[in-house]
């Protein structure tokens, strides 16, 4: 079974400062991670992705995301945060493994102030 | 071009109706998915087809069903219709589904309300 676990339901900070929102996983084998986007009343827009290699992962509109494979962690960050950066953030997961089916956190609402 | 449109982006009726939602990419994706998003915003898996074949099926009532008529095109039939199903669904392609590394591109989602 695979799982994924976003602790924080709100992260807030103030604009210009680093953000980071937090994703760790669960998997038999190894993992397939994405970060996603979604604004509101829009559809889940795809940011970043963790298939192998390099464990910072650069993705769109500034974001990156650094694979943690001790602790089964793929957490997202911006060194800069813009108040249009506001939106809900997923993780999802794939075990390499698996029978097609991505599993998607509860998702994190980032609010970024000015 | 909307590369993942769904149809319609809201539907409004009543409990015990049948309804459809289409959905249609013009990506040139060989997978499909169905998700539904409840209104805490979690997101579950319903359904996946790979070339017209349906490689997942999500602990979903019966009364849901899915039809893929070709690559292109997913369509999601709800018989029966109950208040637990207003939600908002979300239609999803990629690439190889079945490997499992390639990114899901959504649409806007259609907004069923069940009076």
């Known amino acids: 079974a695979q799982s994924v676990a976003q602790p924080e339901d709100q992260v807030n900070v103030a604009e210009g400062n680093p953000l980071t929102v937090k994703c760790t996983y669960s998997v038999s084998g190894n993992p397939y991670l994405f970060w996603y986007v979604q604004y509101p009343n829009r559809g889940l827009q795809f940011l970043l992705k963790?298939?192998?290699?390099?464990?910072l992962v650069k993705g769109s509109y500034g974001f990156e995301a650094e694979f943690n494979k001790s602790q089964t962690s793929f957490h997202l960050k911006k060194p800069s945060a813009l108040v249009s950066d506001s939106a809900l953030y997923f993780c999802?997961?794939?075990?390499?493994?698996?029978?097609?089916?991505?599993?998607f956190g509860d998702g994190t609402t980032l609010t970024v102030k000015p | 071009d909307t590369a993942v449109s769904q149809t319609p982006k809201y539907l409004v009726t009543q409990m015990g109706n049948d309804k459809s939602i289409k959905c249609e990419q013009n990506l040139g994706h060989d997978t499909m998915y169905w998700y539904k998003q409840d209104s805490k915003k979690f997101l579950k898996i319903m359904f996946s087809y790979n070339n017209k074949e349906l490689i997942i099926n999500e602990t979903v009532p019966n009364r849901f069903s899915p039809k893929s008529p070709d690559k292109a095109h997913l369509n999601l039939h709800i018989n029966s219709l109950e208040l637990g199903d207003s939600a908002v669904y979300f239609c999803?392609?990629?690439?190889?589904?079945?490997?499992?590394?390639?990114?899901?591109?959504f649409g806007d989602g259609t907004r069923l309300s069940i009076l």
């Open positions: 963790y298939i192998t290699g390099d464990n």
């Open positions: 999803a392609s990629s690439l190889s589904g079945q490997v499992g590394n390639q990114p899901q591109h």
């Open positions: 999802a997961v794939r075990d390499m493994r698996g029978a097609g089916k991505s599993t």
